[in-house]
């Protein structure tokens, strides 16, 4: 067998169960988005549902061939699997078939998709989809995501960054050429161009790592600030073990989600104003991409600003997972051994990861905060900002505007939180499985997503589904209670969790979320958004069972 077969029948054989079903669900996709109805409205609609899934299979891609799903990305050490490191194979080989499949069948699925799902669906109201321009962009994102993750590094951190700076701009390239009908003929050569580049980096990146001659560097500052915590007096004894665990665990975890909050501050803040005027030109021009009266209330500086109220979340969903998990030096461990026979309950280890969670969370949400508070002092944008919120204010006076603005941001801190500790139980679970729940779980939430886009252009069913809230946000109601009984009954039972440590935790949801249906019910009007929507989406999204999961999950794992 060739060596470029035998590269592809290892990437085959490790994750053929995942690209088969991939493969069958693009052809269903080509075959049920021609049976689609006539009418364009709801074709686009149920074309973009159906298609939902392929915005989880494509990162899934970029981190297959990649080989990213194991390393640490915020280490030093090259990411290229050290098994291939004594196969008979020149190193332009070992790096260039991989390369060359995954950009294939990245290219691949995004012309299947596009093409064979996605045009037929969406050409009848208008939209015409291109093709060749994002499929090598993909190609290039995963060329330059290889080449950078197998490469090693001389400074801990500094990995992430670098995508970040290669990738975006890819990204852009994309929306430029579609927005402002740049030529797609250069945009295709720079595409080509970065690929050639990024193999040749990848090359010498290898080839380094091959060697073990990877550079090791310390940040400025960081060996002058270890010498005098060195020479000061030594650090006192943990009076704890969960003083202990939480130090671990904010050590080990503590620093991913303010990491990721402040990449994607700077990479939001320079275009808030380029955004706004979008927005502005949009409403103007009769295109509806946030609520009229929301818009009114706020402007849309700070509109746009606020926008890591929405991605605060999502990145802390993300991070959950990983804060769950019981690693040892790489990621393909599910469990550790050192610290699942840590002689320490298993409510201590919750305990624990609840509290480096919620360090991390203020952490990040200071850093955000701070550089927003920045942006607006030095932007130029301070006095038009300063007076629309000074209008703002004059539209709600009293007591109200401050403990509503008090409730946003504190709301905001503590859903960030929810968010993170809601996945630490398909981290501690330590299961395959659990990613399929993730993803059946992302894909639920989007299609709600898209359900709600679709009903704000059919007012035919309004009156229908407000029918069904008060029935829906009652079962709602009635599932969870069933789930959170059932639960914290085992909890209870099995001893991992004392009962007043239970009813503090029902308190403190029942807490948060009176004070959340407070804040939306005093931001959206009553005759737009009903008690039983605000009920039903409330119940959805502040986790309580998979809260409770967490322990059950832990103790499981360590006990199997």
């Known amino acids: 067998m060739s060596p470029s077969l035998a590269l592809a029948y290892f990437l085959w054989t490790r994750h053929r169960l995942?690209?088969?079903?991939?493969?069958?669900?693009?052809?269903?996709?080509?075959?049920?988005?021609?049976?689609?109805?006539?009418?364009?409205?709801?074709?686009?609609?149920?074309?973009?549902?159906?298609?939902?899934?392929?915005?989880?299979a494509f990162p899934f891609l970029l981190v297959t061939f990649s080989f990213s799903r194991e390393p640490r990305l915020e280490g030093r050490e090259s990411g290229f699997p050290s098994s291939f490191w004594h196969l008979p194979l020149p190193t332009y080989a070992l790096v260039g078939w991989p390369m060359l499949w995954g950009s294939v069948v990245l290219?691949?699925?995004?012309?299947?998709?596009?093409?064979?799902?996605?045009?037929?669906?969406?050409?009848?109201?208008?939209?015409?989809?291109?093709?060749?321009?994002?499929?090598?962009?993909?190609a290039a994102a995963l060329a330059w995501l290889q080449a950078i993750t197998w490469m090693p590094f001389p400074l801990p951190w500094?990995?992430?960054?670098?995508?970040?700076?290669?990738?975006?701009p890819l990204a852009a390239m994309v929306m430029l050429t579609e927005a402002f009908d740049f030529s797609v003929a250069i945009a295709n050569g720079i595409f080509i161009a970065s690929m050639l580049a990024s193999y040749a980096v990848a090359i010498v990146g290898v080839s380094r790592a091959r060697r073990g001659d990877g550079p090791y560097w310390t940040w400025p500052g960081w060996s002058a600030l270890q010498r005098w915590i060195s020479s000061t007096q030594a650090r006192p004894g943990f009076r704890s073990p969960v003083g202990a665990q939480v130090w671990f665990e904010r050590?080990?975890?503590?620093?991913?989600?303010?990491v990721m909050m402040f990449v994607s501050t700077l990479a939001w803040l320079p275009v808030i104003p380029t955004i706004a005027a979008f927005v502005d030109d949009a409403h103007r021009g009769g295109l509806t991409l946030v609520p009229p009266f929301i818009l009114h209330e706020v402007g849309s500086l700070w509109l746009v600003a606020s926008y890591p109220l929405i991605f605060a979340p999502f990145l802390a969903s993300v991070c959950g997972w990983e804060m769950g998990k019981l690693p040892g030096s790489r990621r393909d461990l599910t469990v550790s051994f050192f610290l699942a026979t840590r002689p320490i309950s298993s409510g201590t280890f919750i305990?624990?990861?609840?509290?480096?969670?919620a360090l991390s969370t203020f952490l990040g949400w200071i850093v955000t905060g701070t550089?927003?508070?920045?942006?607006?002092?030095?932007?130029?944008?301070?006095?038009?900002?300063?007076?629309?919120?000074?209008?703002?204010?004059?539209?709600h006076p009293g007591s109200s505007f401050w403990i509503g603005l008090a409730l946003l941001l504190g709301g905001a801190l503590v859903m960030t939180w929810l968010q993170i500790v809601q996945?630490?139980?398909?981290?501690?679970?330590?299961?395959?499985?659990?990613?399929?729940?993730?993803?059946?779980?992302?894909?639920?939430?989007?299609?709600?997503?898209?359900?709600?886009?679709?009903?704000a252009k059919a007012p035919q069913y309004w009156q229908l589904c407000f029918d069904l809230l008060p029935w829906l946000a009652i079962a709602t109601v009635a599932l969870k209670g069933f789930l959170v009984f059932h639960v914290s009954r085992i909890l209870i039972h099995r001893g991992?969790?004392?009962?007043n440590i239970i009813r503090g935790i029902l308190a403190f949801w029942m807490l948060s979320a009176a004070g959340l249906f407070s804040l939306l019910y005093w931001l959206f009007p009553s005759d737009r958004v009903s008690v039983s929507a605000l009920v039903f989406v409330l119940v959805l999204a502040l986790p309580l069972t998979r809260l409770l999961l967490a322990p059950l999950a832990l103790d499981w794992n360590r006990h199997r």
């Open 107 to 138: 290219a691949l699925a995004w012309l299947t998709l596009s093409w064979g799902a996605l045009r037929p669906a969406l050409r009848p109201a208008g939209i015409e989809l291109p093709l060749g321009c994002p499929a090598l962009a993909l």
């Open 423 to 455: 996945g630490l139980w398909l981290g501690l679970a330590g299961r395959t499985w659990t990613n399929a729940i993730a993803i059946l779980g992302m894909a639920f939430f989007v299609s709600l997503l898209f359900l709600g886009l679709w009903l």
């Open 371 to 395: 550089a927003i508070l920045l942006w607006i002092a030095l932007g130029g944008h301070a006095a038009e900002m300063a007076e629309s919120f000074g209008a703002l204010r004059q539209r």
């Open 496 to 499: 991992l969790v004392a009962r």
């Open 158 to 168: 500094l990995r992430p960054f670098v995508l970040i700076a290669l990738i975006s």
């Open 351 to 357: 305990r624990a990861k609840l509290e480096a969670a």
């Open 251 to 258: 050590r080990r975890v503590g620093l991913g989600f303010p």
């Open 18 to 56: 995942a690209l088969s079903l991939f493969a069958v669900y693009l052809l269903a996709l080509m075959v049920l988005c021609r049976a689609l109805p006539d009418e364009p409205d709801a074709a686009a609609f149920w074309g973009l549902l159906l298609a939902t899934p392929c915005a989880l």
